[in-house]
């Protein structure tokens, strides 16, 4: 579908919205970087893989816009990595492809983590203010063991237990998010923390952006997630870490003294604020996102 739009030049420039394919990627990247964005190809190739994505692009084919999505069962889904080229911010391509990725997820509760460039247009297109998102990141300086209660122990995630980390992450998130766990574990870097009653907490990390990201950290408890991040932590001694995570200032203040500095924040919205999570004590709870785009 195309949309005629006068630019400076005065001259008459046909948008195109389609979908995204893989051969856009390069360009995507190049779109991301432009904006100081850490993707690499290889984690937008990943994103496009697990959702769906719709380019707008000039009559050279040039791609100037972008938007992404990943559906989480029937009924939710998160958008992400919405983009416009500088040049042509301000004549309502961003507002395009938030319509027309809406028209792909009829019913669907939405969500996503806005920067506040993106706040004005989220909120039009009727997204609500959920929480606030912190982004730590640096290079891991020195980590304490963080100890666990008698009989846990941390051990690395296997295939066998994709249920239960389903199961866990969807008490969390209020959304199923098999593909994505799944696609997680193939990577070979998650790992549980295991008790004598059953699973306290799951977690992983994997190469993004400037070095690795850990999460999701999902856990019954801050200790238990404190414990998986101490651990992530350790073996990136010396590497450049990431971590988004809901607010949370024991867990904040531990990242900063391991290095791993406040650096900014996004702030979480949703087209159902009746959806916001307030988990109880012992109840599984998502301590760090598997990435801002992903949720
Ligand atoms: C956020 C972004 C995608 C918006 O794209 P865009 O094409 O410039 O947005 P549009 O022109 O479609 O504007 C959409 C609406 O938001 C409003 N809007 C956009 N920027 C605004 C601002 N800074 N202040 C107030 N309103 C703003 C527009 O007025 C418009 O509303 P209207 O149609 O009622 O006038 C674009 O600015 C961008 O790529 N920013 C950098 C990357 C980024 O931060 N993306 C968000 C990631 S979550």
Redesign the pocket.
């Known amino acids: 579908m195309t949309r005629t739009f006068t630019y400076s030049d005065q001259q008459d420039t046909q948008i195109a919205f389609r979908p995204m394919h893989p051969d856009d990627l390069p360009q995507a990247v190049r779109l991301s970087k432009d904006?100081a964005?850490p993707h690499r190809q290889e984690d937008w190739t990943q994103m496009l893989g697990l959702g769906h994505g719709i380019v707008a692009t000039t009559q050279d084919n040039a791609v100037i816009?972008t938007i992404l999505w990943w559906t989480w069962g029937s009924q939710a889904a998160s958008l992400?990595?919405?983009?416009?080229?500088?040049a042509?911010?301000?004549?309502?391509?961003?507002?395009?492809?938030?319509a027309r990725a809406r028209q792909a997820l009829p019913g669907y509760t939405l969500h996503?983590?806005?920067?506040?460039?993106?706040v004005?247009?989220?909120e039009?297109s009727g997204f609500r203010y959920l929480g606030v998102v912190e982004q730590h990141q640096g290079n891991v300086a020195s980590v304490p063991l963080i100890p666990l209660p008698e009989g846990c122990r941390i051990r690395p995630a296997g295939a066998a237990d994709l249920d239960a980390l389903c199961a866990m992450d969807a008490a969390a998130k209020k959304m199923n998010r098999q593909h994505l766990i799944r696609a997680l574990l193939s990577e070979g870097r998650g790992i549980i923390v295991d008790s004598e009653t059953g699973i306290l907490g799951f977690s992983f990390c994997r190469k993004f952006g400037w070095g690795q990201a850990a999460g999701p950290v999902v856990a019954t408890s801050e200790n238990s997630a404190l414990a998986m991040l101490a651990y992530w932590a350790g073996i990136c001694t010396g590497q450049f870490l990431r971590v988004d995570m809901p607010q949370n200032d024991v867990i904040a203040t531990a990242l900063d003294e391991w290095g791993l500095l406040r650096v900014g924040t996004?702030i979480s919205m949703t087209t159902d604020p009746g959806d916001a999570l307030s988990p109880a004590p012992g109840d599984a709870t998502c301590f760090a996102l598997c990435g801002?785009a992903y949720g």
């Open positions: 904006l964005w816009g992400g990595m919405i983009i416009v080229s500088p042509w911010q301000g004549h309502g391509i961003g507002k395009q492809l938030m996503l983590n806005a920067t506040s460039a993106g004005p247009l989220y039009k996004v801002q």
